[in-house]
Every structure is written in structure tokens, then in C-alpha cells.
């Protein structure tokens, strides 16, 4: 850490602290001696810091002062940088034009030479281009109003179209959590109508509302079990997978592994659970040599159909 960091930070934790702050503590925290956070001090006394002293307690900052809310070094920036690139490559129009202008409101306020350094990085770095450039962007629901429910555990009703039949017909749910995918919104919560866990994509919600009604989750919210949860609708799928693409497979896989074992010293034997047949039918296409079906018949029912329909496509 550089003295600019170092001190950027200093003032920051001053502020922040709740009783006044030692010389040996300071130096503790940031690993220096006594002699360098004394020249911190006379250096933010030089910028006009209102830093405070008590003999009995140590130095504090004037009550009421504030510093500038973006304080960013080079490396910090790259990073908010490569979020907002990641944000920005997404399908969901919506989440790109806020994208944006969180970048417009942090160029206003950035020193010129940041500034300068954040439009290089805009200008020369791609997240995820293949959805950057070749997904046409589309609306992916209200998850703002979602979140602000979420927040303040407020129970939500809405219309929802089925995705089985296009039905449309009124929820209501306590949402949990909030999960963007690959190019959707999802909310997580306790369906009312089912009295259960249920999932729902945003983008086939409307006249969402905010219902007065608080909710108390049940029990501690387990942000994994939420998301990796099975239930009813839930197989069991067993896969062997070859070694070479074992680690693309489990970073891709939408599931949770709940056994692996190595069957050969190139193959290992993975099981998951899965709801949607069809999803992970056409998902497992990826891995076609390096990875074989082994169960539920179900599957390898679908499985042999779909590639029947691509041979008769070819011919």
C-alpha cells in the first residue's frame, strides 16, 4: 500500500470509528511504525483534514466532517470498472441502462487523470462478449422493486404467466432471495398458493405490488439451500465425466454436485438433482464426447429423442 492509499484510507477509518483511535493501533493496522503515521497526520493536516487530538484517547476526526464519497485508487477503479463491463454485457436492457449511468455519475466526480484512465479501460476491455455483441437486450422484469420488498421483508402479489401454458394467474409470495442467471431474473420465496418454496422469473411477472404485510422468514435464510434446493419435482441425474472436462463441467454445472467418486483415474461418477428435464438435456449437448448419461431412464429417454430430431434436421 502506497502513502496516498494508506492515508486515503486513514481518513476514512477516523471517520468511521466510533472512539478515538491510538498511535499504536494505527500502526498495527497498517503494519507501520509510529514515525510513518505521524507523518500521515502532518500530511492530512496539510489537506486542510480536521484531524483532532486527546492525550488520554488518542486522535479522532472533527464531528460532522466529510470527505469526497469517491476516493478510488487505479486498481480500485479496474475493478468497478470490470463490474459495471459484467453489467453492461447482460441481456437485461434495463440493467444496462442503470449500468450506465452509474459510470456517467462516477466520471463526474473522478480527478482527470482517472477519468482519463477510466475511459482507456471502457474503451479497451470486453466482459463476456458473446453476450455483449450477440444477444439482442430485453426487458428482465422489476427486480428493483423486488429487492426493495426484499429488503424490508414485505410480502409482494403479482400476475404470473405460466411457463407450461402461458396461463396468466395472481401469486403472492414472501421473497427471499433475488438470483440473476445467465440472462434472467429470478425471486426465490415462499408461495402463499403452494405454501412452499417456489421459483419465479421476473420477466413473466407483472403488476408486481408491495403489500403493506410484513413477513418473517422461516427460520435463517440459507441463500445456497434456496438456490440448490430439491424438492418433489426433483431427479436424481448421474453422469460419468472424463477428467479433461471435469472442471468446465462442474464450474457450468446448474446444480449442486451431492457425490463425486472416481470410478478410473480419467473418470469420476457425479450426481446432482435437477427439476427441468429438458434444460439439462439440451445442457449436457456441451460435453459431447466427455461426458455420458447414466440415469434416470427419463432422461436418457429425452436424451435419445433430441438427438433424433437433429439427425432428421440434417437430413
Do not use: C
Not at 502513502?3 to 486515503?8: A, D, T
Not at 464519497?69 to 454485457?89: C, D, Q, R, Y
Not at 403472492?172 to 402463499?192: A, E, T
Request: proline share 3%; aromatic share 10%.
Amino acid at each position: 500500500m502506497n502513502s496516498s492509499e494508506r492515508r486515503m484510507k486513514l481518513i476514512l477509518m477516523l471517520q468511521q470509528a466510533n472512539r478515538r483511535i491510538t498511535v499504536d493501533k494505527i500502526a498495527e493496522k497498517f503494519d507501520v511504525s509510529r514515525r510513518t503515521v505521524f507523518r500521515d497526520f502532518n500530511a492530512l493536516s496539510e489537506m486542510n483534514v480536521p484531524v483532532t487530538w486527546d492525550k488520554y484517547h488518542g486522535y479522532g476526526i472533527m464531528q460532522g466532517y466529510k470527505i469526497p464519497p469517491l476516493m478510488f485508487t487505479s486498481k480500485e477503479l479496474a475493478t468497478i470498472m470490470v463490474g459495471l463491463n459484467f453489467v453492461k454485457s447482460q441481456v437485461d436492457k434495463k440493467l444496462v441502462s442503470d449500468a450506465k449511468g452509474v459510470e456517467l455519475k462516477i466520471k463526474e466526480v473522478l480527478p482527470e487523470e482517472l477519468n482519463d484512465f477510466m475511459e482507456s479501460l471502457n474503451e479497451r476491455m470486453v466482459v463476456d462478449p458473446y453476450l455483449n455483441f450477440g444477444v439482442e437486450k430485453m426487458d428482465g422484469g422489476d427486480w428493483y422493486m423486488i429487492s426493495s420488498a426484499i429488503s424490508e421483508n414485505k410480502s409482494i402479489e403479482f400476475q404470473y404467466r405460466s411457463k407450461s401454458n402461458e396461463r396468466i394467474s395472481g401469486r403472492k409470495i414472501d421473497p427471499y432471495l433475488l438470483v440473476f442467471y445467465r440472462d434472467h431474473w429470478n425471486v426465490i420465496g415462499h408461495s402463499h398458493k403452494r405454501d412452499a418454496i417456489r421459483n419465479f422469473v421476473l420477466d413473466r411477472m407483472s403488476d408486481i405490488q408491495i403489500l403493506k404485510e410484513d413477513f418473517v422468514p422461516y427460520g435463517q435464510i440459507d441463500v445456497e439451500e434456496l438456490i440448490f434446493r430439491s424438492d418433489e419435482t426433483s431427479h436424481r441425474i448421474r453422469v460419468d465425466v472424463y477428467e479433461s472436462a471435469l472442471k468446465r463441467f462442474q464450474a457450468n454445472l446448474p446444480a449442486k454436485i451431492i457425490k463425486k467418486l472416481k470410478k478410473k483415474p480419467n473418470l469420476f461418477r457425479i450426481e446432482f438433482f435437477f427439476d427441468n428435464l429438458d434444460f439439462i438435456n439440451e445442457w449436457l449437448l456441451q460435453f459431447p464426447k466427455e461426458v455420458k448419461l447414466i440415469s434416470p431412464d427419463i432422461l436418457i429417454e429425452k436424451r435419445e429423442k433430441l438427438l433424433n430430431e437433429m439427425i432428421e434436421k440434417i437430413n
